[in-house]
């Protein structure tokens, strides 16, 4: 009857009135009916219209269907939906071949119709339906109304492009061009029962309007069996442009055996929106699995731009004779003003390019402006491959403006009027070209290619050009491969490939011999370039091509293209493509002249004009990933690309492309812009054809960049999409720039004396000046060329692309690796050239040598170092000639002779049999490695305790200032304890020393057998840098870090504006977690404050962020203030480089802070929402505070003394009057703490200035355990102030009369000694109780207002027999420094000996200094079976209680007025405090005419007397008028306060308030701003009060998971504001602890340490399995009842995660 639909919100309500059947048999026999609304909301109601379709289908054969067809038609008011066509009004037979088929459509009104959706669904025998049009009309309209939407297409799965539904628009527009191409990729995911076989359907939503849903049936890439398991299927969807597309909505309709499907993604390209959508779905779509639901709405994780396009129509007819018709390849090429277009072949399901048709292809490609000529052509395959081609008609859409007058152009677009005047119109451009002819071998010209000009309005006509080939007269120079020829012209286009075939000589391309040939194209203009390869078929294909001529017959100019290069897969650079450059003649006529000297000399000017790409590609580590076919590869630049390149000569692996190989291939190229993508596949040819490609690397060293083309696919018929042949694109995050590298010409000239040739591996180094020098370069690319080059007097030239070292090439080493027979070498000279730098012309330098090189000639040195002797220049002069000067050098370097003295160590095994290597630096230049062979004083070199002398020449290096010296492991003993190194320059007589005393041993010390040695005066920067700043690689990319950058990154740290970040990342430990892709982070602070990409490079030995592994880095970025997000991500771009991030902990030293995000989220193209980064946002993560640290900047310096180096561990602590640091490692880090060295390194210390003293403790282990410290600066980087601890002394149990491993050192700050030096007495009083006395050991700390007295064993006591009962015992500690007013004692025995309880009554101590007794009263058992069963005990002052609290004090406040402009105040100011024991008064602090307050940048301190208020938690602040008045609160005054600091007089304890406000002036006293307590200094006094002793009831609970507990020994620190517990073993008498779940309790006894800070945990590793998960650990402050948290969750286990047996918890609030 009717529908009722009501809008539960708004109670809205409408109503569908029917009243009609839905019955096949009932009515007009419809079961679909569209309803208008009616009631009361609705002003008219919608007719209902009856449309009538008239469907004509064709007259081809075969163009009849039995399917079931639907329509639908759409119009500016929505669709009718679809609508099966099946009550015909006029026939019975429906959809027959010829008919028009009438049928009525009823539905709501549409307005106007603007497309018809129509198709069918493919059942039924011959399904195949041929539709010609559909004619749409309002039921009762007048014929003339009627809107045609013709097809004359194919609907059919084996036809045309196989589509069964097509959207028609009306006549006259195109269908092809109006609509948008969707190309839409499945990806089936690679899961168990993946695939599925119900049919799939998708609907786009877009911001313009959605899509219908689609089912998809028929695929582009066609698998035979759609959405199998890991396979990828390709649908294209035509439809209207729905602009951006939102989400989409996929499923399946869950019919079928194998229904369920698990979808990994969809990703859709939409060239003509130059835009590429992903959209991750990673799900099942299946009844039974997840949450059953079987379609899915997915958004786009992101939209890619690509490339834009744009459609072309394409209309190739055929002529209408004898065998006109073609089944070969037929591809077309479109150039027009802005460019051309890729090469498009023109094929489809159907047969096309019989006689007399009409063939319509649609196509994408780029829009190239202007078509002024097209070049079409066919590939001449298969039987009667002869084609007629009549005519080709190109139509496309283009953007016009529509103006209504042109002369309005000219005035400036100001009027809204004419905004729209300038609306753009689709217009649609047509070009026609007439062919008429033959594309056949045997008809017409023969040629299978040609190039047609748009009919009538072309001025460019048909040019021939007369190729002359020039093949060489080298051995073996002719070829019989097929050789194909392109030519270029500056700004017309190109004439394509063509095959040379037709030339005057019937064998062609002999050697020596001149080959000519036509080529007819239309007019290129000037000629700019040529590319001619040859496809490397036939026997012998090698060839060595000499020169191209080129005739432009036009107007008779010649064009010289010199090559003299191979064209050879296993000559030169094993390239069968080269591209050439023209050269004026007078460089081609030159050469031919002195044909005497056959040598090539043009290379260098076409090397200039060429980019030469190193080209890397990757084969897959997986099985079967290798493939034996042939590969090929294009690159795609800006302007050009480079056509198809086949990679034939590998350079790194005879077999290519194997599986988890690199192959490295060379490919030459003239200007082709920037690289934009490539395309790679292989020809599908051999046995095992699949290939899985992970990337290809281009590195163009011309250009000075380095790009990445990630892939991580298959390319192979039955995997993936079952492509051949893929486009990939750059990954932006993986290209890398450096300094573009120029060519050199180098020419090597070999004497005519006998046995002057050679065989070695030749390599060269170039140097400029300031030491500047190119990379060591190997001459010969292989074993082969090798034995070609180099014979006596030969003449070898080579063409290399190095460094720029500069205007000047100072000197260069040459030199061979020996090795084979007869390596000895005799060089007559070296020539470089390079080319002038405007290109006209070149310089040649000359380098004479005239020595032998070899180990059996001479002096047996097999490397010389040359300086130029004369300079050659050719310069192109402007009338076309060459202008050559010719000039000495003027003073080059001098060659100098170096006397080097290698001094072995006298110690045990110090000798080695190993080579020496050696390198000598110097500000000039260096040596290069040298290898020490010769000993002049020595027959067997390097024996322990002796000096080894050799000699080496070399051009002056000037100061020496760094070696590098090594040896190579070889032979039975190589460990080496070289002492030090001695060099003498003879020519100057200057002697440099190089410090060593260190092993080079792979066993021992740090395992290294390379070691850089500084000159013992050298102050420059060193290479030892911390580990920190090693990762500022990332800022500085060019990666050089020798000169000055610690020294900016101690600048920076000075300026605050880089901070260190501390970062540790943990991997999942789910299947395929890890990657070895680069990781980076980005930390945000608030607007656009950002860090730069921090990338985090893991150390070197570790490749991969593995599985379940803890990584940490330490970089430095951007300090952005306070941090709203970090973005973390990686630079994989394949569908391989997933990883699995746990979780994510930053720390921020400088700000105190540190982060914990649990991210738990895969960052994977393959994975989750498919996204490679992410970012997270600061509010989900865990702050925990861990206590402001402060930047100082470390120089530790070593003495000068023998044996003063160390490689023990050294641990620093250091005091100051605001607490103490915990003990820190100083890390070796290589090389630092050798003798005489000043290492400077960047260490985050607690905030405890003013600093007091430092304890230094040495390990004494390591292979040389004994260290001489001289003295340690700490020069904080915020406020630049310098403190010195001077020692000057030996840290060891050898070498110190006392055997010390630790010392103190007070700080001296501006030449004051910041703590007095003193003796401590100690009277121990044993109480008088039975069995008070002990035996055992007995030790104690002293902690004052300066700090602790570190460990003091109480051995030598005046009593023979110490700590018996009632007895006194006196203990002296002289040369101590002096602790100030002690505060507590912390005393412990070692349980050892008989009986080893001990009661102890008090202890006193007496400091000389101050000359005060301090009492430590104790009356309390140290004894594992009294009282509580403790060893230890912390014991109290006596003196702290004599300070007893007064009611009232006195508070000082210091105000600090800004320092800037209007900060300043004539008026008052009044302040209450806030404390935690009540409230104060308000203090008036008054400003007066004759004493200003407030003033610009001023501090002014009041004092008031007061109740106390106890620690004072907050202050209000107010601005009142001087005399009190209402009036005279005007209205703009403010006062800015920078600071208030506050000062409670009794126990000195200072609040400190940082406002940085304006504060308003106001009448009114509730007008005030209130400042919270930033900061506390607590006085010592205040501490030493709090000192009471306090249990500490603290839980240990042990995690649930396999293996969690632990049976080794656990200890536990507690650090709270007032100190630390120290570090106490967990222990209980006969209980199996810490066992899996489990909780146990221990009790602790210590003086209260106030709030508390964090828990340090940690066990000893021993046991069976000591491997322990600890959950938390409580701990109850038993007087107060607080209790305080401090979670882990983490393993103590060396053989997980980050290996740590110890942890630092913080407390959760």
Known sequence: ???????????????????????????????????????????????????????????????????????????????????????????????????????????????????????????????????????????????????????????????????????????????????????????????????????????????????????????????????????????????????????????????????GWFLASVQITVPVQGRQYMFPCNRWLDKDEADGRVE????????????????????????????????????????????????????????????????????????????????????????????????????????????????????????????????????????????????????????????????GESALEENTYEVHVLTGSVLGAGTDANVFLSIYGIGRGDTGERQLKRSNNLNKFEKGQVDVFTIKAIDLGELKKLRIRHDNSGTSPSWFLERVEIVDLKDSTTYYFPCQRWLAVEEDDGQIVRELVPVDEAFVKKDSENESQSLATLGLEQKAKSTTYTVKVKTGDKKNAGTDANVFITLYGSKDDTGIVSLKASKT????????????????????????????????????????????????????????????????????????????????????????????????????????????DVFIVLYGSDGICTQQKSLCLNKREQRMYFERNSVNQFIVELEDVGDIIEKIRIGHKGGGLNSGWHLDRVAIRRLLPNGKGSETVTFPCERWLAKSEDDGEIVRELVPSEIFTEKLMKDGTLKQIEEEVEDPLEVHTYKISVFTGDIYGAGTDANVFLNIYGDLGDTGERKLSKSETNFNKFERGQEDTFTVQAVDLGILYKIKIRHDNSMFSPDWFLDKVEILDETTEESFIFLCERWLSKKKEDKKIERT??????????????????????????????ETKKSSLVKAAEEGSLIPYHITVTTGTVYDSSTDSRVYIIIMGPQKVRTERLWLDLPEGKDEFADGSVEKFSVWGLDVGEIKKVEVGHDGATPESCWLVEELNIVVPTKGIMYNFVCKCWLARDKGD????????????????????????????????????????????????????????????????????????????????????????????????????????????????????????????????????????????????????????????????????????????????????????????????????????EFSFSDMLSLGDLCKVRIWHDNKGIAPGWHLEYVDVMDSATDKTFRFQCDRWLAKGEDDGQLIRELACANNDILELKERTAYEIVTVTSDREDAETKENIWIILEGKLGRSKEFLMENSSKKRRFERGATD???????????????????????????????????????????????????????????????????????????????????????????????????????????????????????????????????????????NRFYLETLDMGELKKVRIEHDNSGLAPGWLVERVEITNSATGVTTIFPCGKWLDENRGDGLIWRELFPRY
């Open 1501 to 1639: 301190t009041f004092q008031f007397s007061s109740k106390n208020v106890g620690d004072i938690a907050a202050i209000c602040v107010g601005h009142c008028p001087k005399d009190g008045k209402k009036s005279s609160a005007k209205a703009d005054v403010f006062w800015h306060v920078q600071e208030i600091i506050i000062t409670e007089m009794e126990l000195c304890n200072k609040y400190f308030f940082r406002c940085n406000v304006k504060i308003p002036l106001c009448y009114k006293r509730r007008d005030y701003k209130v400042f919270e307590c930033a900061k506390v200094t607590e006085s010592f006094a205040s501490k030493a009060r709090s000192l009471v002793p306090v249990k500490y009831e603290t839980i240990i609970v042990t995690g649930f998971e396999k293996g969690a507990g632990t049976n080794a020994n656990v200890f536990i620190t507690i650090f709270g504001l007032n100190g630390d517990s120290g570090k106490r073993a967990l222990k209980h008498k006969f209980r199996n602890l810490f066992e899996r779940g489990k909780t």
């Open 1013 to 1042: 040695l500084y000159e013992q005066g050298y102050d420059g920067e060193r290479n030892s840098l911390d580990g920190l700043s090693l990762s500022l690689s990332s800022q500085d990319s060019s990666g050089n870090l020798k």
């Open 1 to 259: 009857m009717k529908v009722t639909l009501l809008k539960t919100l708004t109670k809205e309500k409408y109503s569908f009135n029917c009243g009609r059947w839905l019955d096949i048999n009932e009515d007009d026999n419809e079961i679909v009916r569209e309803l208008p609304a009616e009631g009361s909301l609705v002003t008219e109601v919608m007719p209902v219209i009856k449309y009538r379709v008239t469907v004509c289908t064709g007259t081809v054969s075969g163009s009849g269907t039995d399917a079931n067809v639907f329509v639908c038609l759409i119009g500016d008011q929505g669709d009718t939906g679809d609508r099966v066509l099946y009550n015909c009004i006029n026939t019975v037979n429906k959809f027959e071949k010829g008919n028009a088929d009438e049928f009525f459509v009823e539905a709501v009104t549409l307005k106007q119709v603007r497309r018809v959706r129509i198709g069918h669904d493919g059942k039924g025998g011959s399904s195949g339906w041929y539709l010609a049009k559909v004619i749409v009309r309002e039921e009762g309209q007048p014929e003339s109304e009627a809107v045609e939407f013709p097809c004359y297409r194919w609907l059919d799965k084996n036809e045309d492009d196989g589509r069964i539904v097509r959207e028609l628009v009306p006549a006259g527009e195109s269908p092809m061009l109006k609509n948008v191409s969707y190309h839409i990729s499945v990806k089936t995911g690679d899961v168990p029962g993946a695939s599925s076989d119900s049919k799939v359907f998708i609907k786009l939503y877009g911001e313009k309007a959605d899509s219908s849903k689609e089912t998809l049936l028929v695929s582009d890439n066609d698998l035979g069996n759609y959405f199998e398991r890991g396979r990828v299927d390709e649908f294209t969807i035509d439809t209207m442009d729905i602009g951006k597309i939102n989400r989409i909505l996929i499923g399946h309709d869950n019919v079928g055996l194998r229904c």
């Open 1170 to 1369: 498919g996204l490679t980064s992410r970012i997270l946002n600061i509010l989900d993560a865990d702050c925990i505070n861990i206590g402001v640290k402060v930047l100082y900047e470390v120089t530790v310096v070593t003495g000068d003394i023998e044996g003063g180096g160390t490689d023990a561990s050294i641990f620093m602590t250091v005091f100051g009057s605001n607490g103490n640091t915990e003990e820190m490692p100083l890390e070796k880090n290589g090389d630092r703490f050798e003798r005489g060295q000043e290492d400077s390194f960047i260490m985050e210390i607690a905030d405890i200035a003013p600093l007091r003293k430092m304890r230094i403790r040495t390990d004494g282990k390591g292979t040389r355990p004994h260290w001489y410290l001289e003295r340690i600066i700490l020069k904080n980087l915020t406020n630049q102030e310098v403190a010195t601890f001077t020692y000057g002394e030996w840290l060891s149990k050898l070498k110190n009369a006392k055997g010390n491993l630790v010392c103190e050192m007070p700080a001296v700050v501006n030449d004051e000694q910041m703590m007095e030096d003193t003796t401590y007495t100690l009277q121990v009083k044993t109480s008088d109780i039975g069995g008070a006395g002990t035996d055992a050991n007995v030790s104690l700390i002293l902690f004052g207002e300066n700090g602790d007295s570190g460990t003091l064993p109480l051995k030598e006591s005046n009593k023979s027999n110490k700590f018996e009962r009632n007895q006194m015992d």
């Open 653 to 760: 692996n005879k077999n290519k492309f194997e599986r988890g190989k690199v192959d490295e291939f060379t490919v030459e190229s003239v200007d082709i812009g920037d690289l934009k993508k490539i395309k790679i596949g292989h020809d599908n040819k051999g046995n095992s054809t699949g290939w899985f490609l992970e990337w290809v690397e281009l590195d163009a060293p011309s250009l000075g960049q380095c790009l990445k083309f990630p892939c991580g696919r298959w390319l192979d018929k039955s995997e993936d999409d079952g492509a051949v042949e893929r486009i990939i694109f750059p990954a932006e995050l993986q290209t890398t720039e450096y300094i573009p590298f120029v060519p050199y010409e180098i020419t090597v000239y070999t004497s005519d004396i006998f046995g002057a040739g050679t065989d070695a």
């Open 296 to 455: 899915v709405e997915v958004y786009p994780s992101e939209i890619l731009p690509i490339e834009k396009l744009i459609n072309y129509e394409v209309s190739v007819v055929t002529g209408d004779v004898r065998a006109a018709g073609t089944n070969a390849k037929v591809f077309m090429q479109i150039y027009g003003e802005t460019g051309k277009t890729e090469l498009i072949i023109l094929e489809n399901r159907s047969n096309n390019f019989e006689r007399g048709a009409t063939d319509i292809f649609k196509r994408e490609a780029a829009d190239v402006g202007k078509i002024y000529k097209i070049r079409i052509g066919h590939d001449g395959k298969g039987i009667g491959d002869g084609w007629f081609l009549e005519s080709v008609t190109l139509k496309r859409l283009a953007k016009r403006t529509k103006d209504s007058d042109k002369k309005k152009k000219k005035k400036k677009k100001s009027e809204d009027e004419e905004e729209e005047e300038t609306k753009d119109e689709e217009v649609m451009d047509v070009y026609t070209f007439v062919a008429h002819r033959w594309l056949a071998k045997d008809e017409g010209d023969k040629e299978l290619v040609v190039e047609l000009v748009p009919d």
